[in-house]
């Protein structure tokens, strides 16, 4: 079973940037395909970004596209996300989530392993 735990959320101002990460335990992610969501008080989880374990292919939401980078370390069991220029709506708890499998999936549901996720609050 794989257990996963985000890291380095925080506070910051309209503008900044915070990097992600999220470490895998409890077995290798090199074939699971990654993905960061995001949720906002009273509103739907929603995909952020997703990394192909097969192929390294990626996929960003619109709503962060060219601001975000998504990345895997399978040798460290780690993947990150690189957050630049953030807004005040992107303020949310961050989850990494994993998924057996191949191909971009971005619907919550078909994640199988999810960590607690990581606070990120940008001011105005």
């Known amino acids: 079973q794989v257990q996963l735990v985000e890291s380095g959320g925080g506070l910051v101002q309209a503008g900044g940037s915070l990097r992600l990460s999220c470490v895998a335990s409890?077995?290798?992610?090199?074939?699971?395909?990654m993905g960061w969501f995001r949720q906002a008080p009273g509103k739907e989880r929603e995909s952020v970004a997703a990394i192909s374990w097969s192929d390294g292919g990626t996929y960003y939401a619109d709503s962060v596209k060219g601001r975000v980078t998504i990345s895997r370390d399978n040798a460290k069991n780690t993947v990150d996300l690189q957050m630049n220029s953030l807004k005040p709506d992107d303020t949310a708890i961050y989850l990494c989530?994993?998924?057996?499998?191949?191909?971009?999936?971005?619907?919550?549901?078909?994640?199988?392993?999810w960590g607690q996720g990581t606070q990120v609050t940008v001011s105005s």
């Open positions: 409890g077995g290798t992610i090199s074939s699971y395909t």
């Open positions: 989530a994993a998924r057996r499998g191949i191909g971009l999936v971005t619907a919550a549901n078909r994640y199988a392993y």
